[in-house]
């Protein structure tokens, strides 16, 4: 409940959920290779009603309940990271978009313990993704801190490209993944398997050109180029269980709003895939 500026941090969104531990065992390994607070935030104002005078002493106890189970399975991690507790009046949406102006990270898990669909992204999450002021993570599934499978990354023209590259080389690094970037193609593909066609060639070209800097930055990375025909929610349709972290660009909120809508869910809702959602506004 502290207004004062608060140090950067990896903040982290609990409510007492599996789904919200997950985040925060996810988020471990962020904070400590920035070398920054893992804070812990819980919103007092979980959408319950208030039934009787004890209702703020009983809420007090949620929080302190909620807030230790998921100190206790970070810190059984063994990882050297400073763990830091916020309790915020409000609503979980506003809490967590407020602390985003002075957080390095928000890490939220896709459905809270109020959530009746666990597979699906609930609202808080959703409206994080969207309106946040920094780089936002959403965890679903059984995400642990790392898993096997390709770091995937859009790309496009947009002056935002470098930011969301850039994060997704992070990324790469940081959990020993390779990764595979994507670019997109309205030409028709070719109709056997195996098959590349001059225009899917020409396309490969260009991106494997604009990514020669990353691959000089960085030799140890496998960074693959890859054309897709159709859009992202048809390349997962496909992939999603060789993904083990999406990176998108937030510049569209109604693409960003579609990953995590009934589209994404389609796709993704059998998945452990983790969704990053980063450009340059919100660094």
Not at 115 to 139: L, Y
Not at 209 to 224: K, Q, V
Not at 243 to 266: K, T
Request: proline content about 6%.
């Amino acid at each position: 409940m502290n207004d004062s500026p608060m140090q950067p941090a990896i903040v982290v969104g609990v409510d007492g959920s599996k789904a919200a531990t997950r985040a925060a065992l996810w988020a471990v390994d962020e904070a400590v290779d920035r070398d920054v607070p893992l804070r812990l935030l819980y919103a007092l104002d979980q959408g319950e009603t208030t039934i009787d005078s004890g209702d703020t002493a009983r809420r007090l106890a949620n929080a302190d309940i909620a807030v230790r189970c998921t100190s206790s399975a970070v810190e059984a991690t063994n990882k050297p990271v400073k763990i830091e507790v916020e309790i915020s009046d409000g609503p979980p949406t506003s809490s967590l978009i407020r602390a985003s102006r002075s957080a390095a990270m928000v890490c939220v898990g896709a459905v809270g313990r109020n959530h009746f669909h666990p597979d699906r992204v609930g609202s808080t999450a959703a409206a994080v993704a969207v309106w946040a002021h920094c780089p936002v993570v959403v965890i679903r599934g059984g995400s642990g801190p790392s898993r096997a499978g390709w770091i995937v990354a859009e790309a496009d023209t947009s002056p935002g490209d470098g930011v969301v590259l850039g994060a997704a080389v992070r990324e790469a690094r940081l959990r020993n993944a390779p990764l595979r970037v994507i670019t997109y193609s309205q030409a028709p593909p070719a109709y056997l398997p195996g098959v590349t066609t001059e225009a899917d060639r020409r396309i490969v070209g260009r991106l494997s050109r604009r990514l020669d800097r990353w691959r000089r930055g960085y030799p140890e990375l496998l960074i693959e180029p890859t054309v897709v025909h159709g859009d992202l929610v048809d390349y997962l349709a496909k992939n999603a269980g060789d993904v083990q972290l999406l990176v998108v660009g937030g510049r569209d909120p109604h693409h960003v709003s579609e990953l995590l809508g009934p589209a994404g869910y389609a796709v993704l809702g059998g998945s452990d895939c983790v969704v990053l959602i980063v450009d340059h506004q919100r660094l």
